[in-house]
């Protein structure tokens, strides 16, 4: 099982510290799952410009195959003016529109304020469900006051992604048993 963890800005540590987190639980309750952290604050990706995303070279075709190798994604975005940033939704662009089909997508978003949890509800899940992900229904939602000096501090906020990362592990394995059941029956 490949799963890829993509952190969605290229500014700001809170994203990347609760990925970090999340890397560090799949290590170690699942050191069997193939991971890769893409902090999108350490590619040059380039804007969508509607090619196939085959056809991106350098870090922008590393990124895209990257997700779509992928068994299962774990998005990490900040919310800035209460939207996702461009950065993420460049990523989204620069995909095929039936990109998650057979992926799981599961949500941890970063912000500095509690008026923003709703931005994943209104933005981020219909963008996966328009791609075709089977999402993970619960997200993680960490505000500012949680982190201090780049660490999580609130123990529940770590539960929590505990908790997103087992449940991204278990419906990505129980998509793929059912997947290959259902190819099973073919026969052929």
């Not at 809170?14 to 170690?28: F, S």
């Not at 599961?106 to 996966?128: C, D, F, R």
């Not at 505990?162 to 059912?178: A, F, S």
């Amino acid at each position: 099982m490949k799963i890829v963890l993509l952190s969605g800005s290229k500014v700001g540590s809170k994203t990347r510290t609760a990925m970090n987190y999340a890397q560090k639980v799949l290590a170690e309750k699942y050191p069997d799952v193939e991971t890769t952290l893409i902090d999108l604050g350490e590619y040059d990706v380039e804007f969508s410009d509607g090619r196939n995303y085959l056809e991106y070279e350098g870090d922008t075709g590393v990124v895209t195959k990257s997700i779509m190798e992928a068994d299962a994604i774990l998005i990490g975005t900040p919310i800035f003016q209460a939207s996702i940033p461009g950065t993420l939704k460049n990523i989204f662009d620069l995909l095929p529109v039936s990109a998650f089909r057979d992926k799981v997508a599961s949500m941890l978003v970063t912000a500095g304020s509690s008026k923003h949890y709703l931005v994943a509800e209104h933005q981020l899940k219909p963008i996966l469900a328009y791609m075709k992900a089977q999402i993970v229904q619960t997200y993680v939602f960490i505000e500012e006051k949680d982190f201090h000096r780049k660490e999580i501090v609130n123990d529940d906020a770590l539960f929590r992604i505990q908790r997103l990362v087992e449940d991204t592990v278990l419906l990505t394995k129980t998509y793929t048993k059912l997947r290959e059941e259902k190819e099973a029956e073919y026969g052929f």
